[in-house]
């Protein structure tokens, strides 16, 4: 059974320990290898094995489905750069403690998610909450990267402190060339934090860094950070 509605047509097909997680999962693999626009809630139901009607029992909309996806790709990171911001970390630990998360989670998701990002629909008012949780999250990025060059004496430039922010979104780019065939080694997430520090001038030594890091991460995260290669799976 699915939980709500019919039973299904088909047996479990998807991963997940409920109807509205292989909903999604379903979801995630269809938007972002056939597109949004050619993925009806039709198709994703046939995906999953239940009747459509059984899908609006979870999702009422498409958008919806989409929603929960993209909320899922900023919710957590906002949670952690939030606590991040609040340790009593130097700003470079902090920085690429942000980085270094951030670019895990991204590596490491199933599905390329943030390659969504650019959708026209999200435009709409319907996805209003999503960014502004996104504008959020840049706005922590900032403000550390703002503090980390207080701390290293770095000339500001303008724009200088979205790069960190920045940096850790090619890894949404480097996913998609990645599953456009190219096989070149890509960065992994620990890479792209030490990039986000030395791009707000860092000149030393990143290993003293990235150690304090991943202690602050599983004190605020309450996991150890295992940094994922961009090319993996």
Aim: net charge negative.
């Amino acid at each position: 059974m699915t939980g709500a509605g019919r039973p299904r047509l088909s047996t479990k097909k998807r991963p997940g320990d409920t109807a509205r997680e292989e909903i999604l999962d379903a979801s995630a693999e269809l938007f972002t290898t056939r597109g949004f626009t050619n993925t009806s809630t039709r198709v994703i139901a046939e995906a999953v094995g239940l009747r459509q009607a059984s899908l609006y029992h979870h999702f009422a909309t498409k958008d919806d489905i989409l929603d929960a996806l993209l909320s899922g790709t900023v919710d957590e990171p906002l949670a952690v750069a939030q606590r991040i911001r609040d340790s009593r970390a130097d700003p470079a630990t902090q920085m690429y403690a942000l980085a270094y998360f951030d670019a895990g989670q991204l590596g490491a998701s199933t599905w390329n998610l943030g390659a969504l990002y650019l959708l026209p629909e999200l435009r709409s008012e319907r996805f209003e909450t999503f960014r502004d949780h996104r504008y959020r999250l840049m706005r922590l990025y900032a403000a550390i990267a703002s503090d980390t060059l207080v701390q290293l004496g770095s000339e500001r430039r303008p724009g200088t402190e979205d790069l960190p922010f920045r940096l850790v979104e090619t890894v949404v780019n480097a996913r998609a060339d990645v599953e456009n065939g190219r096989h070149d080694p890509t960065a992994d997430a620990a890479g792209i934090a030490a990039a986000a520090v030395r791009v707000l001038g860092w000149t030393g030594d990143l290993e003293p860094v990235h150690e304090d890091a991943e202690t602050l991460l599983e004190a605020v995260a309450g996991i150890a950070v295992d940094a994922q290669p961009l090319d993996r799976p």
